[in-house]
């Protein structure tokens, strides 16, 4: 039990301790034990973290919440304390994502399910995806569902725990690696990007800040990283070289991980022009990347959209 007190009113709260945050298929289980505390004072469940969407969705269902970050919801009659410390989930003390060949292919293609695609896909399906072998598909399958990431559901087929699994990802992830370029453009990001998809077709896809914007827009896009499958001369945009990450507002990298690409394409019709983006889940580590406020709001509201479409 727990009571909190403030400005002559005071509120008992049950408290539910968890080692780890519910996933969202098991909020609904959770209503037997908040009217079970509910008897006992205000619901109240804590937890290692709990994140925007879900802490959304506790509110809702008529919980209180804290966790281990410093980010709390509590409310009761007469009160109501909230603050917001951590955008996003401490990293992990130890690795659990499959790393190695195909590793990140699958986990996004996993990630990037619309929400109630309930019977999920077969391995034979994420490995074409992937651009994997079928057994090594179902490698990573294995190692996921040891960690409690995905579910095997029937006829072979796996369900993704796509919350989780995001949020692991973008804890973990290293970086796509390969090499990068620094220019300097007097036209706008979304512009150079519209010019890049026009001339390099299918060679090139867009990121932070342009691609997020295509998506849901939330900032103005002062920077572009555009990942190309092959080394592309940046003179035919009217790119200038800049002399480093400081003056640069066009970022062009050659990824070594290649699951930046994500299948299928996804596309944004921009000026009567298709611009290819990246994976969302990449999109999202390279605005908080990039760094600043706005990014990461933006970034959450881009994880909102990959966690909610349908």
């Not at 996003?88 to 994502?97: D, I, N, Q, S």
């Not at 999202?284 to 909610?308: K, P, V, Y």
Request: aromatic share 6%; proline share 6%.
């Amino acid at each position: 039990m727990l009571v909190v007190a403030a400005g002559g009113s005071s509120a008992r709260f049950a408290v539910e301790l968890k080692q780890r945050a519910p996933y969202p298929n098991e909020l609904v289980g959770l209503g037997r034990v908040r009217e079970k505390l509910s008897r006992l004072g205000e619901p109240l469940l804590v937890a290692p973290f709990v994140s925007e969407s879900l802490g959304a969705a506790l509110t809702a269902d008529g919980w209180s919440w804290a966790d281990a970050q410093g980010d709390f919801d509590l409310r009761a009659h007469g009160l109501l304390f909230r603050q917001r410390r951590a955008v996003t989930a401490p990293k992990p003390a130890r690795r659990t994502l499959p790393t190695g060949s195909g590793s990140f292919a699958v986990i996004r293609s996993l990630i990037r399910f619309a929400d109630g695609e309930e019977d999920g896909a077969g391995a034979t399906t994420l490995a074409a995806r992937a651009g994997v072998s079928q057994p090594r598909a179902s490698q990573v399958l294995r190692q996921l569902q040891d960690h409690e990431l995905v579910d095997r559901a029937a006829n072979g087929r796996w369900r993704p725990r796509r919350e989780p699994l995001l949020d692991r990802l973008l804890a973990e992830y290293p970086g796509p690696g390969g090499s990068v370029q620094y220019f300097y453009s007097l036209d706008s990001p979304t512009e150079v990007a519209v010019r890049a998809a026009r001339e390099l077709k299918n060679r090139v896809v867009a990121s932070a800040d342009v691609g997020p914007d295509l998506i849901q827009a939330w900032r103005r896009p002062s920077e572009v990283i555009l990942y190309a499958r092959e080394l592309v001369d940046a003179a035919q945009f009217g790119l200038v070289r800049a002399r480093g990450r400081h003056d640069a507002n066009v970022i062009v990298r050659m990824p070594a991980d290649r699951s930046v690409f994500p299948v299928p394409a996804l596309v944004a019709d921009l000026q009567g022009v298709e611009v290819r983006l990246a994976d969302p889940s990449q999109m999202i580590w390279d605005l908080r990347d990039l760094g600043g406020a706005d990014r990461a709001e933006a970034a959450s509201e881009l994880r909102t959209w990959l966690l909610t479409r349908r």
